[in-house]
Structure formats: structure tokens, C-alpha cells
């Protein structure tokens, strides 16, 4: 059973600091590693999808690396803003189409 | 792309009740999945549905558990008999049918609450 990891579980930051966090995982015995924000009471929603080994994806402030070799995923924001508030799920894609999340990392950006 | 959008937001049962929760409208995709979370802990998968068949499902999926297309459009989730451990929040998702780089579109969930 793959097992992922996400640290810290809760981060606090200062409005306009920079941020980052971890995923990790055991093997690479999966298709794709992907990062969803999930705000409360909204849906997850995708961020990023990554497949092969020193992928480095974008969107805006948010960007994310992926080291399958050593078995992490970090996310960075950078400049981070009150609406970044939100749990970041870290998640491997396995099989027919199934997740396997990690707990998450709940971020609080104080203002 | 639609939104995936799940009913109720929000359901209270009697322990030992049938439930049922439903994902609508849901548009011409491969795959849709149900995964639900208990309060403290990770998001679990339970069940992939293709064609409308049953692809994968995990332990947790048992007999009590049933996934169906009623009409062709709606997704539902049948939990028969409910413990209080089911209480969970249960999120509907469906995939874009672009392969492996494909992400997941997930329901804002409903919160099945078990007493």
C-alpha cells in the first residue's frame, strides 16, 4: 500500500512571506502526483498534475517540483496572500484511475 | 468544464438507515470515482466507475456499498445499512478523459453525519 506523507500538517505564515511544503512518498510505483487546494467548503481543486522525474510546474505565485529518484514533491507560493489560505492535498495516482492522498498541509496566511 | 455538483450538502441518518448520495448532473466522462473523509483523517478512494461498471473499488467498499447510473447522467452512492463510522464527508469526482496527465474534478461533498 503506498503510504504518502505531507508536512508540516498546519503552517502559518505572514501575508506577502514565501512558503513551502512536502509530499513524500516511499516509491514511485505511481503515475502522476498531483497537488489540489482545497478551500473550505469548496471542492479540491486541481493545481498541478506531474509525471516524470524533475517535473517543475507553474501557476502564478504557486509552482511545484517533482523528485521521483529520492521520493518528494515540494510546493512553493511565493509572496503569499490571505486567499492562498486553504489545505493543500498532495495526491499519487495509481492503478485505474485511483488516488492515494496524503493528509494535507492546512495553511493559514495572517494578514 | 461543468462543474460536478453533489446533493445533499449536508445529511443526517439514523444508524442502521439506507443512503443515498447523489453527484448531478454529470457530462459524458470516462471515469468517476467516489472517495469520502473522515473527520482527522486522509482523503480515501472507494470506488471507480467506468463504462458504467465498477473499475476499482478498495476494502472499504463492502457489501453495504453500491454505486450505480441510474438514468444515465446521475451518479449515485447507496450506503445500505449506515454505521456510525461512515460519518464522513463523501466527494463525487469525475476525470477530463485525457489519460494519465488527466486531474481529478471533485464535488464540494456531501456531509454524511450518522447518529
Known sequence: ILNVEQSPQSLHVQEGDSTNFTCSFPSSNFYALHWYRWETAKSPEALFVMTLNGDEKKKGRISATLNTKEGYSYLYIKGSQPEDSATYLCALLQGAQKLVFGQGTRLTINP | ?115
Not at chain 2, 466522462?29 to 472507494?46: C, D, N, P, S, T
Not at chain 2, 467506468?50 to 452512492?77: A, C, H, M, W
Open chain 2, 1 to 115: 468544464e461543468p462543474e460536478v455538483t453533489q446533493t445533499p450538502s449536508h445529511q443526517v441518518t439514523q444508524m442502521g438507515q439506507e443512503v443515498i448520495l447523489r453527484c448531478v448532473p454529470i457530462s459524458n466522462h470516462l471515469y468517476f470515482y467516489w472517495y469520502r473523509q473522515i473527520l482527522g483523517q486522509k482523503v480515501e478512494f472507494l470506488v471507480s466507475f467506468y463504462n458504467n461498471e465498477i473499475s476499482e473499488k478498495s476494502e472499504i467498499f463492502d457489501d453495504q456499498f453500491s454505486v450505480e447510473r441510474p438514468d444515465g447522467s446521475n451518479f449515485t452512492l447507496k450506503i445500505r445499512s449506515t454505521k456510525l463510522e461512515d460519518s464522513a464527508m463523501y466527494f463525487c469526482a469525475r476525470d477530463t478523459g485525457q489519460g494519465m496527465n488527466t486531474e481529478a474534478f471533485f464535488g464540494q461533498g456531501t456531509r454524511l453525519t450518522v447518529v
